[in-house]
Protein backbone atom coordinates (compact mmCIF):
# COMPACT_ATOMS: atom_id res chain seq x y z
CA UNK A 1 0.00 0.00 0.00
CA UNK A 2 1.75 3.24 -1.09
CA UNK A 3 2.92 5.92 1.63
CA UNK A 4 0.25 8.76 1.90
CA UNK A 5 1.90 11.96 -0.38
CA UNK A 6 2.49 13.73 2.73
CA UNK A 7 5.31 11.62 3.02
CA UNK A 8 7.55 12.71 0.72
CA UNK A 9 8.68 15.46 1.81
CA UNK A 10 10.59 13.49 4.55
CA UNK A 11 14.20 12.90 4.08
CA UNK A 12 14.68 10.52 6.61
CA UNK A 13 11.90 7.89 7.49
CA UNK A 14 10.71 8.91 11.14
CA UNK A 15 8.59 10.53 12.99
CA UNK A 16 9.88 12.49 16.30
CA UNK A 17 8.07 11.13 19.51
CA UNK A 18 5.60 13.39 21.07
CA UNK A 19 7.14 13.49 24.95
CA UNK A 20 4.47 14.54 27.35
CA UNK A 21 6.44 17.88 29.11
CA UNK A 22 8.91 17.30 26.93
CA UNK A 23 8.01 17.77 23.11
CA UNK A 24 7.32 22.16 22.88
CA UNK A 25 7.30 23.76 19.41
CA UNK A 26 11.22 24.52 19.17
CA UNK A 27 11.78 20.79 19.49
CA UNK A 28 9.36 20.59 16.97
CA UNK A 29 10.32 22.91 14.58
CA UNK A 30 13.98 21.91 14.71
CA UNK A 31 12.69 18.45 13.79
CA UNK A 32 10.65 19.51 10.85
CA UNK A 33 13.88 21.28 9.41
CA UNK A 34 15.91 18.21 9.82
CA UNK A 35 13.64 15.99 7.47
CA UNK A 36 11.45 14.30 9.85
CA UNK A 37 7.65 14.87 11.32
CA UNK A 38 8.01 16.84 14.25
CA UNK A 39 5.38 16.07 17.11
CA UNK A 40 4.27 17.20 20.09
CA UNK A 41 0.68 16.57 22.53
CA UNK A 42 -1.94 18.73 22.73
CA UNK A 43 -1.57 18.49 26.50
CA UNK A 44 1.68 19.88 26.82
CA UNK A 45 0.25 23.28 25.78
CA UNK A 46 -1.35 24.77 28.89
CA UNK A 47 -3.77 26.58 29.52
CA UNK A 48 -5.81 25.14 26.18
CA UNK A 49 -5.21 28.57 24.32
CA UNK A 50 -1.43 28.46 24.67
CA UNK A 51 -2.43 25.42 22.12
CA UNK A 52 -3.39 28.38 19.07
CA UNK A 53 0.18 29.87 19.94
CA UNK A 54 1.99 27.10 19.55
CA UNK A 55 0.39 25.53 16.41
CA UNK A 56 0.66 29.43 15.12
CA UNK A 57 4.37 29.70 15.88
CA UNK A 58 5.40 26.22 14.15
CA UNK A 59 3.09 26.85 10.70
CA UNK A 60 4.92 30.45 10.65
CA UNK A 61 8.54 29.14 11.01
CA UNK A 62 7.93 26.16 8.75
CA UNK A 63 6.57 28.65 6.17
CA UNK A 64 9.09 30.96 6.69
CA UNK A 65 11.83 27.81 6.22
CA UNK A 66 10.21 26.44 2.80
CA UNK A 67 10.35 30.04 1.64
CA UNK A 68 13.66 30.22 2.13
CA UNK A 69 14.84 26.56 1.39
CA UNK A 70 12.29 25.88 -1.57
CA UNK A 71 14.66 22.85 -2.68
CA UNK A 72 14.73 21.48 0.94
CA UNK A 73 11.42 22.31 2.65
CA UNK A 74 10.70 20.86 6.11
CA UNK A 75 8.62 17.72 6.65
CA UNK A 76 5.18 17.94 8.08
CA UNK A 77 4.54 18.40 11.72
CA UNK A 78 1.89 16.21 14.17
CA UNK A 79 -0.19 16.39 17.06
CA UNK A 80 -1.07 14.04 19.09
CA UNK A 81 -4.28 13.66 20.54
CA UNK A 82 -5.28 11.46 23.68
CA UNK A 83 -8.89 10.61 21.96
CA UNK A 84 -10.25 9.06 25.58
CA UNK A 85 -13.42 10.41 26.94
CA UNK A 86 -11.57 11.49 29.98
CA UNK A 87 -9.87 14.63 28.34
CA UNK A 88 -11.75 17.59 28.67
CA UNK A 89 -9.96 19.33 26.35
CA UNK A 90 -10.53 17.16 23.14
CA UNK A 91 -12.99 18.85 21.65
CA UNK A 92 -11.55 22.53 21.93
CA UNK A 93 -8.04 21.16 21.20
CA UNK A 94 -9.85 19.47 17.72
CA UNK A 95 -11.77 22.66 16.83
CA UNK A 96 -7.44 24.66 17.29
CA UNK A 97 -6.19 21.86 14.59
CA UNK A 98 -8.95 22.16 12.43
CA UNK A 99 -8.36 26.11 12.52
CA UNK A 100 -4.60 25.78 11.50
CA UNK A 101 -5.64 22.50 9.32
CA UNK A 102 -2.95 20.25 10.74
CA UNK A 103 -1.21 17.85 8.60
CA UNK A 104 -0.89 14.99 10.68
CA UNK A 105 -3.19 13.68 13.96
CA UNK A 106 -1.63 11.29 16.04
CA UNK A 107 -4.46 9.65 17.84
CA UNK A 108 -3.75 7.31 21.08
CA UNK A 109 -6.32 5.61 23.60
CA UNK A 110 -9.09 5.22 21.27
CA UNK A 111 -10.56 5.72 17.84
CA UNK A 112 -13.26 7.53 16.29
CA UNK A 113 -14.71 7.58 12.77
CA UNK A 114 -15.67 11.24 13.34
CA UNK A 115 -11.45 12.38 14.50
CA UNK A 116 -11.04 10.78 10.94
CA UNK A 117 -13.51 12.06 8.94
CA UNK A 118 -12.75 15.68 10.34
CA UNK A 119 -9.07 15.37 10.07
CA UNK A 120 -9.74 14.28 5.81
CA UNK A 121 -11.89 17.06 5.71
CA UNK A 122 -9.42 19.59 6.20
CA UNK A 123 -6.70 17.42 3.90
CA UNK A 124 -4.77 15.92 7.41
CA UNK A 125 -4.02 12.27 7.78
CA UNK A 126 -4.19 10.36 11.16
CA UNK A 127 -2.17 7.94 12.54
CA UNK A 128 -3.25 5.59 15.47
CA UNK A 129 -1.36 4.15 18.27
CA UNK A 130 -2.29 0.55 18.76
CA UNK A 131 -0.72 -2.48 21.00
CA UNK A 132 -2.04 -5.37 19.88
CA UNK A 133 -3.48 -7.09 16.43
CA UNK A 134 -7.31 -6.15 18.01
CA UNK A 135 -7.06 -2.31 18.24
CA UNK A 136 -4.76 -2.46 14.54
CA UNK A 137 -7.80 -3.46 12.96
CA UNK A 138 -10.01 -1.58 14.90
CA UNK A 139 -8.36 2.14 13.63
CA UNK A 140 -7.85 0.52 10.36
CA UNK A 141 -11.84 0.12 10.13
CA UNK A 142 -12.67 2.95 11.72
CA UNK A 143 -10.38 5.25 9.12
CA UNK A 144 -6.89 5.92 10.37
CA UNK A 145 -4.47 6.42 7.96
CA UNK A 146 -1.63 4.79 9.45
CA UNK A 147 -0.46 2.36 12.30
CA UNK A 148 2.21 3.17 15.05
CA UNK A 149 2.86 0.03 16.79
CA UNK A 150 3.83 0.89 20.19
CA UNK A 151 5.69 -2.17 21.75
CA UNK A 152 6.71 -3.45 24.98
CA UNK A 153 9.72 -1.33 26.50
CA UNK A 154 8.03 2.27 24.80
CA UNK A 155 7.23 5.40 26.61
CA UNK A 156 3.83 6.17 27.80
CA UNK A 157 0.72 3.18 27.29
CA UNK A 158 3.96 0.73 26.60
CA UNK A 159 2.90 -2.45 24.57
CA UNK A 160 3.08 -5.87 25.71
CA UNK A 161 4.83 -7.53 22.83
CA UNK A 162 8.23 -6.99 21.06
CA UNK A 163 8.54 -4.66 17.94
CA UNK A 164 9.93 -7.95 15.85
CA UNK A 165 6.40 -10.12 17.06
CA UNK A 166 4.14 -6.58 16.61
CA UNK A 167 5.14 -5.93 13.57
CA UNK A 168 4.54 -8.92 11.90
CA UNK A 169 1.35 -9.67 13.41
CA UNK A 170 -0.15 -6.41 11.77
CA UNK A 171 1.59 -7.22 8.83
CA UNK A 172 -0.79 -10.37 8.49
CA UNK A 173 -3.75 -8.51 6.94
CA UNK A 174 -3.73 -6.14 4.60
CA UNK A 175 -6.81 -3.47 3.97
CA UNK A 176 -6.14 -1.48 0.96
CA UNK A 177 -6.48 -0.54 -2.76
CA UNK A 178 -5.77 -3.46 -4.80
CA UNK A 179 -4.65 -4.90 -8.08
CA UNK A 180 -4.33 -8.85 -7.63
CA UNK A 181 -4.92 -11.45 -5.29
CA UNK A 182 -3.50 -15.28 -5.08
CA UNK A 183 -3.44 -17.84 -3.18
CA UNK A 184 -2.64 -21.44 -2.83
CA UNK A 185 -0.31 -23.94 -1.61
CA UNK A 186 1.93 -24.65 -4.16
CA UNK A 187 4.41 -21.84 -5.47
CA UNK A 188 4.63 -22.10 -9.36
CA UNK A 189 1.55 -21.25 -11.29
CA UNK A 190 0.78 -20.65 -15.50
CA UNK A 191 4.05 -19.95 -17.43
CA UNK A 192 6.57 -21.35 -14.85
CA UNK A 193 6.13 -18.06 -12.83
CA UNK A 194 7.36 -18.45 -8.96
CA UNK A 195 4.54 -16.60 -7.24
CA UNK A 196 5.02 -18.26 -3.78
CA UNK A 197 9.05 -19.17 -3.17
CA UNK A 198 8.59 -21.18 -0.12
CA UNK A 199 5.06 -22.46 -0.26
CA UNK A 200 4.96 -26.33 0.05
CA UNK A 201 1.46 -28.57 -0.38
CA UNK A 202 2.36 -30.42 2.74
CA UNK A 203 2.83 -27.93 5.19
CA UNK A 204 -0.65 -27.15 6.47
CA UNK A 205 -0.81 -23.57 5.72
CA UNK A 206 -1.93 -21.46 2.37
CA UNK A 207 0.01 -19.03 1.17
CA UNK A 208 -1.52 -15.43 0.22
CA UNK A 209 0.00 -12.64 -1.95
CA UNK A 210 -1.53 -9.17 -2.74
CA UNK A 211 -0.57 -6.79 -5.52
CA UNK A 212 -0.61 -3.54 -5.53
CA UNK A 213 1.15 -2.31 -8.73
CA UNK A 214 -0.63 0.08 -10.90
CA UNK A 215 0.36 0.23 -14.73
CA UNK A 216 2.83 -1.18 -17.03
CA UNK A 217 6.36 -0.63 -15.16
CA UNK A 218 5.24 -1.63 -11.67
CA UNK A 219 3.61 -4.67 -13.20
CA UNK A 220 7.11 -5.53 -15.34
CA UNK A 221 8.95 -4.92 -12.19
CA UNK A 222 6.53 -7.36 -10.38
CA UNK A 223 6.80 -10.17 -12.80
CA UNK A 224 10.37 -9.41 -12.92
CA UNK A 225 11.33 -10.20 -9.25
CA UNK A 226 8.71 -13.49 -9.65
CA UNK A 227 10.60 -14.60 -12.36
CA UNK A 228 14.00 -14.79 -10.03
CA UNK A 229 12.28 -16.53 -7.58
CA UNK A 230 12.23 -13.17 -4.93
CA UNK A 231 8.55 -12.12 -5.37
CA UNK A 232 8.21 -11.01 -1.97
CA UNK A 233 10.90 -8.74 -2.19
CA UNK A 234 8.94 -6.45 -4.10
CA UNK A 235 7.78 -3.21 -3.03
CA UNK A 236 4.06 -3.83 -4.90
CA UNK A 237 3.52 -7.31 -3.30
CA UNK A 238 2.21 -8.07 0.54
CA UNK A 239 2.81 -11.71 1.63
CA UNK A 240 1.87 -13.67 4.00
CA UNK A 241 0.51 -17.54 5.19
CA UNK A 242 -2.66 -18.62 6.70
CA UNK A 243 -4.94 -21.77 7.63
CA UNK A 244 -7.98 -19.96 6.58
CA UNK A 245 -8.29 -16.45 4.17
CA UNK A 246 -11.17 -14.66 3.66
CA UNK A 247 -10.75 -11.99 1.20
CA UNK A 248 -13.68 -9.08 0.84
CA UNK A 249 -14.03 -7.11 -2.25
CA UNK A 250 -15.22 -3.52 -2.95
CA UNK A 251 -17.51 -4.99 -5.48
CA UNK A 252 -18.22 -8.48 -7.30
CA UNK A 253 -14.97 -9.37 -9.14
CA UNK A 254 -14.87 -12.20 -11.61
CA UNK A 255 -11.90 -15.01 -10.23
CA UNK A 256 -10.35 -18.31 -11.12
CA UNK A 257 -10.04 -21.12 -9.65
CA UNK A 258 -7.31 -23.80 -11.11
CA UNK A 259 -6.81 -21.81 -14.35
CA UNK A 260 -10.73 -21.89 -14.94
CA UNK A 261 -12.91 -18.86 -14.77
CA UNK A 262 -15.53 -18.53 -12.31
CA UNK A 263 -18.06 -16.37 -11.16
CA UNK A 264 -18.17 -12.65 -10.12
CA UNK A 265 -18.07 -12.43 -6.15
CA UNK A 266 -17.73 -10.01 -3.65
CA UNK A 267 -16.21 -12.24 -0.92
CA UNK A 268 -13.85 -15.62 -1.42
CA UNK A 269 -12.91 -17.86 1.56
CA UNK A 270 -10.42 -20.89 1.99
CA UNK A 271 -9.14 -22.83 4.53
CA UNK A 272 -6.47 -25.75 4.81
CA UNK A 273 -8.42 -29.23 4.85
CA UNK A 274 -5.87 -31.70 6.26
CA UNK A 275 -5.39 -34.86 4.65
CA UNK A 276 -8.02 -34.11 2.45
CA UNK A 277 -5.94 -35.62 -0.77
CA UNK A 278 -4.28 -38.81 -1.30
CA UNK A 279 -1.22 -38.77 -4.05
CA UNK A 280 -0.30 -42.10 -4.68
CA UNK A 281 3.04 -42.50 -6.64
CA UNK A 282 4.63 -45.65 -7.88
CA UNK A 283 6.95 -47.92 -5.97
CA UNK A 284 10.47 -47.66 -7.15
Same mark, same amino acid.
Given at each position: ?? &??A???????????A? &???V?N????I??C???????????N?????Q? %???????????????K??PDA? *?S???? +??? $??? *? +??R?E???????????P??ITS?G????? +? %?? $?? *??G????????D? !?????? $?????D???????????HA????????????????????T?? &???????????? !???????????????????A??????A?? &?????A? !???R *????E?????T????????????? %??G? !??A???????I?PA?????????
Amino acid at each position: MP &LPAIFDRLRIPAIGAP &LFIVSNPDLVIAQCKGGIVGSFPALNARPQSQL %DEWIHQITEELAAYDKANPDAP *SSPFAV +NQI $VHR *S +NDRFEEDMLTCAKWKVPIVITSLGARVEL +N %DA $VH *SWGGITLHDIIDD !RYARKA $VEKGADGLIAVAAGAGGHAGRWSPFALVQEIRKWFDGPATCV &LFGNVGTITGGI !RAFDDARPDDGYLDIGVATAQGALQWART &LGRAAAA !RTDR *SPFVEMTQGRTMDVKFAEPLAYEL %DGGE !RGASKRLRAKIVPAALTVCVPEE
